[in-house]
């Protein structure tokens, strides 16, 4: 009896302890990666830079990036059809002079973050790009490179995060978003493996 019981027990302990520590110490890697990105304006000069819209201060990043001429061309991917260019410059804040339309391209097909690298694949084709900033905000920078390394596996990719405001671990919002950006990650990288081919977001084998 003591023998079973203990195979129950040891069976219980592998079944579902050992996954839920992989879960764990997977979400603490993740959380501890994020946190540790780098936030500081990036010093090297490069083609271009892709923005993907959907936080704070990330399309403003890209301007800075402009303007200062770190970058030569600025995709902004994701961008609402109601929204202008003079719409995003107003946000921003800094000289508009600064900033010549024609380098600047508004990405409006993108939903999700895959359609942006999607979008982002036929505009550096287009432009000939060979090197590219990602600015996104940190918590979203491991599933933005996931996804646009999949797509673009020949295109160098320099991450550049973005620190939304009050996102720290101090903020019940910060171990939400982390929470729900780890399993969108986790998502992601089972249709990378799995259904490499696949579009959309979710596979047909992971919703059935």
């Known amino acids: 009896m003591f023998k079973i019981l203990r195979y129950m027990l040891l069976t219980l302990l592998v079944t579902i302890g050992l996954p839920v520590l992989c879960w764990s110490a997977g979400f603490l890697i993740f959380c501890a990666t994020i946190s540790s990105l780098s936030t500081e304006p990036p010093d090297r000069s490069l083609d271009a830079a892709i923005v993907l819209t959907g936080g704070s201060n990330r399309v403003s990043q890209g301007f800075d990036l402009l303007a200062s001429h770190k ?3 600025l995709l902004v991917s994701g961008v609402h059809s109601g929204v202008t260019l003079d719409d ?15 380098d600047v391209t508004l990405g409006r097909e993108a939903g999700n973050t895959i359609g942006n690298a ?4 036929n505009w550096i084709e287009s432009n000939k790009i060979k090197e590219v900033y990602l600015i996104t905000s940190n918590y979203h920078i491991p599933r933005s490179l996931l996804e646009f ?7 160098p990719l320099v991450p550049y995060a973005v620190q939304p405001q009050d996102f720290s671990p101090d903020h019940g919002v910060y171990w939400k978003t982390a929470f729900l ?13 799995i259904h490499p081919d696949e579009k959309q977001p979710f596979p047909p084998s992971f919703i059935q």
């Open 118 to 121: 999607l979008e982002a694949s």
């Open 181 to 193: 950006e780890f399993h969108k990650l986790l998502v992601s990288l089972y249709r990378v493996l």
């Open 88 to 102: 995003l410059l107003k946000l921003w804040g800094g000289d508009k002079k600064a900033i010549d339309p024609l």
């Open 149 to 155: 390394r999949h797509v673009l596996p020949a295109t």
């Open 71 to 73: 970058v030569r061309y």
